[in-house]
């Protein structure tokens, strides 16, 4: 994959290869992959050294991607950071609580993984803008099954791997 950078750890590979179809509300868990998650507690996402801060996202970004929201939520509440709140809101734009999510990222303020969606999103068909008007667009087309819904299916896509490759750089 071009947008995972070389420093994730191969032992987790699995859990992002193939890329799972990240859905816009809360998922079913991917149970096959808890073994491997459970794992993310003791052993480094990375194979550079990283802040525990940026360790702390990306477990909560890998539990996440396999829709565990639960224990997503309990990484990420816990990291003080732009990005920890970066995770945190898309968590809960996912559950879905737009109100909430709104909340944290208003916490993110101003953010690189933002500025890259306002360059790489058109290429899948959404002009964005902020992630508040991202958070409006989900609301109206999750579970509609329309064009719509899939573009934004590949922005949430292309914003967790922008924000995973933010974390491990």
């Not at 699995?14 to 509300?25: M, N």
């Not at 999750?142 to 914003?159: N, S, Y």
């Amino acid at each position: 994959m071009t947008w995972l950078p070389a420093s994730f750890s191969s032992k987790f590979l699995p859990l992002v290869e193939p890329f799972p179809k990240i859905p816009l509300g809360p998922g079913s868990k991917n149970l096959a992959q808890l073994p491997l998650l459970k794992e993310l507690a003791s052993n480094p996402v990375c194979t550079s050294v990283l802040t525990s801060d940026a360790q702390e996202c990306c477990r909560s970004a890998l539990w996440l991607l396999h829709n565990f929201l639960d224990e997503s939520h309990e990484i990420s509440q816990e990291i003080h950071s732009s990005t920890g709140s970066f995770w945190h809101g898309i968590m809960h734009r996912r559950e879905p609580d737009a109100g909430n999510a709104k909340y944290w990222f208003h916490r993110v303020g101003s953010h690189p993984v933002l500025q890259q969606l306002r360059e790489i999103a058109p290429t899948v068909g959404y002009q964005y803008s902020t992630p508040f008007d991202f958070i409006d667009f989900c609301e109206r087309h999750r579970d509609m099954g329309t064009k719509e819904e899939h573009t934004a299916i590949a922005v949430q896509q292309l914003e967790w791997q922008l924000l995973f490759a933010h974390n491990l750089c």
